[in-house]
């Protein structure tokens, strides 16, 4: 069984920053969560309709996938089955919860209760690219890098995926992060070893 | 119509759609807006939140929901019978 795989890519997004590979490449200090993910859309150039119409946990995590995939992934490489999301957070879907919530008292959005749970994000990413691969949505505390390395590691080592992406993405009001990590099982240039000290070096350089 | 096709921009978060881009008789759905069930849902709480209409039969929904001047023919008939 093969047992090294690899970080080969990476996108953060906190702090009004959007850094991919561990190097800055997006920051706009003036503005809000919401105003911030649309000018990230915005200076990527992404063209997605539907993006509009996402929760701020789905955009976060979708944009943070996009940036990720951007020039670092052969998607058709692998086939759809074998590219798979591991995702975690701390509140959820709270933050479009209690959005929702205040909707029931008149008349209840059907648009908010769609995000009404946090593997909705996982479903935007694979609808846009197509992914068909094992997935699942986990909550801690905080992020548990070790047990997304166990986790994933097992799910690529046993072959039920060929790739996968996985990390964190969090919102609550205007506190978010996303910390998104592709790991692979071929080194690639700059990748480093898949291990939760390196997960927790890039995570821990972005987010202090 | 003008009215409606901003406040169909507004209910479904239409961003970069202005109302000029929605023809009278462009369809809604599928080809054309490119909407789908949830948006169709949003387009009842429109209809009742704006026009205190309830769409009572759901099989009128494919209908009314057609186009822009299908959703404006729909209420105006609502509107005249509630005059």
Redesign the interface.
Known sequence: MKTENYITASCIISNHIVCKNEQPVFEERNSDLPDFL?AIYRHFNLQY?KF??MDNLSKLGWLGNEILLQDSFEKEKHKPEDIGIVLSNANSSLDTDIKYYETTKT?A???QF?YTLPNIVIGEISIRHHFKGENAFFIFDSFDTGFIEQYVSNLINNNILQCCICGWVDVLDNEYNASLFLIEKDKSANSVNFTKENLNKIYQLQNG | MSDLKSQIIAQ?????TKPEDIGDDQPLFVEGL?LDS??A??LI?LL??QYKIKLSNAEDGPKVFQTVRTMAEYITAHQAQNA
């Open positions: 649309i309709p509009h119409k008349m959005s059907p648009a769609v | 479904l978060n239409l961003q970069d490119g949830i948006d849902l949003e709480v009742q939140q």
